[in-house]
């Protein structure tokens, strides 16, 4: 290499001016699809946990302390911030924010907990609607979240285990 190359190379790089952005002086405008964290309205959570079912990070806990009284935990941990939880909340008690500077040393600025109050029906004592039998084949039970080790917990106090549900397939529970 010789000198002459690298002045032609500096005399390039001084034409092309600033190529930076002048990004903690001075933040640029956040684009219109920008997705930041998650922020939940109690006010208008029912608590139907479509949340929690379709965080692919698992991020948000559910407990159910008793059948009027639920609690559901975002952590904020592992949360990729895909935005799958505000999609499919009925009532749009999940936004996200715009917010981009998440970094923090302490994690309970992003941790949030709602309590929520379940209202349960006079006559039968649920808080839902019976399920369609396509439904029951599914587990049932209260969700059972571990809220105090931060953790997801696949637990169900019942199955359907009178009868088969297909014929000429064994499934075997555990």
Partial sequence: MSLLSKLQETLVCLKAGRVTL???????????????RPIFDAARCIGCAG?????????ILVVDV???????QYLGRRCTYCGRCADVCPEKAITMS???ETATDRIGDIRQRLELFMSTCQRCGRCFTEPSP????KLKGYRFDDVQ??????????????E??????????D
Wanted: hydrophobic fraction near 35%.
């Fill in 98 to 100: 715009r917010e981009f």
């Fill in 51 to 59: 949340c929690a079912s379709n965080c692919p990070a698992r991020e």
């Fill in 66 to 72: 008793c059948q009027e009284i639920r609690i559901l």
């Fill in 22 to 36: 002048p990004y903690p002086a001075q933040a640029g405008p956040v684009p219109e699809t920008f997705r930041g």
């Fill in 164 to 173: 088969a549900a297909v014929d000429d397939i064994s499934i075997d529970l």
């Fill in 149 to 162: 080790n931060e953790r997801w917990i696949f637990r169900s106090q019942a199955y359907l285990t009178s």
């Fill in 134 to 137: 396509l439904e029951q084949l």
